[in-house]
């Protein structure tokens, strides 16, 4: 990040005022300004018109940035994002991903130059592919063990594409073999894939966890972590987050890093259950105290994330019509409707948040239904569900009276506009095509959203929020279709999508996403205005500085 928008020079400064042709504020008339945002000790205290600062001695002595025609913009805010997960993905791991290799030769060109790696991961050598890297590699197919075994047949090697597939070559075969004589018998999809001659194809499917391949050190993964929050999220102008949760000893790093400054992010987290944690020993944690240690300035436990579905490609995400080519498969749903009325109220009882996983349409209704069966038992003021995904495909009007009788909140992504925009409809079926991210419609009709980056570890560009309103903008999937482009958000909206109503959905409306008196000072400068740029450069623009509760961000 530049040092041109002039924030370094704050270093110190309590008190302070950034001029811009451009304030962008994304109040709720949607005001935008030629003027100043006086900031007061971390948070914005007065807005400022150009012309009325002249006259106004008390503004006279303050120290000023000028960012000139740079627009001025809230932190942006992404509240659906694994920063543990990625991280983790990410070290001492091999870039597989599309781009930079455009088919398995490339590939295997990048794993064979750097296989210096396999020191950072116990003798394995790593490598964290894209998703549907089937379709995106020139080859139209994974590699294989054979194609693996050409960089070595004397260590193990494990490419991932995605959190759920995983391509070993022959050693890494035998050692997760060896593995998993060892451990319980796996559930649910996990399996190794075998070819044409009955042989292991090195595909294995939700396997990656049986591989002995060493854990980060809490030191690296520390490390790893502020790495990529500095690099990709803070970077980019994202200023809060809401963390989908791995481990709960990434969770307390994310309590101590950011408690002692050194990670000026704010952070709520969504603890995994049961992934992280149980959901019972996350409603002991919200009683005895454990949350509340963890929370900060900064910091604190918001909810729980459960998978109520899975995924379009697995054909697990719970949907209204049967997946194409079968006689009434439906998806896979993992509770049911008092299952998930008692974890609504449970949670509830104990100020957490419901965000739950629902690709599906089903999903989403039953997962509406229950909050409803929840609330009728309730008093007061109760949290929204929270529906990951909601948004993404909507195929049936009924999904949105559904979502509006529950009152729930709505986190798409807008980037997967592009991952997986073109392949919906090949998963279930031609109807799906006109269902799929109807944001502008969503808005007309006064559905909020707040969108997320869901990034896992397989498609970096999608921390990126201005990406995120770069597929907002044009519809353009990876392959190079658009969809349908009536449905296009206008740039504006886009970038509200992204701050305000993304604060919105993680609960922090009130305090964050937009620029408004009383709100933490997260700002962001940019080095010009994406409305005025090509469609498809908007992912481009760059971030000239950030400020956190009014003070410099150097990443
Ligand atoms: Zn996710």
Redesign the pocket.
Known sequence: MSARAGFDALQGDAEFLVGSSRVLTMDTDGRTLDGYVHVDRGRIARIVERDATADDPSLADLTRVELDERPLMPGFVDP?V?LEMTSSAMWGTVDCRTPPCASIADMLDALSQSRHLRDARGGWLVGQGGLFADRRFSDQRLPTRDDLDTVSTAHPIAVRFGAHITVLNGVGLERLVEQLERLPSPTGDAHLRVDDNDRYSGVIQELFYALPIPELSTDELTEAMLTTARGYLLEQGVTSIGE?TDTMQGVSILSGETGAGRLPLGVRAYVWAPGTASMRSSWDHAHDGEHAALANDRFDVAGVKIFVDGGFSAAGAAVLRPYRGTSGWFGRLAYDKDELTEIIRGCRERDLQVAA?VNGEWAQRLMCEAAIAAEAADAGNALPVRL?HAGNLVTSEETIDWWQRAGVSLVPQAGFVWTLGSFIPDYLGDYARAGLFPFESLRQRGVEFGPSS?V?GAELRQFNPLFGVQCATTRESCIGEILDPGEALSVMDGLRAHTRHAANALGVGDDRGSIEVGKRADLVALDIDPRGVDATKIADVSVAGVLKEGLPVTT
């Open positions: 659906h694994h989908i996983h990951e869901d896992a």
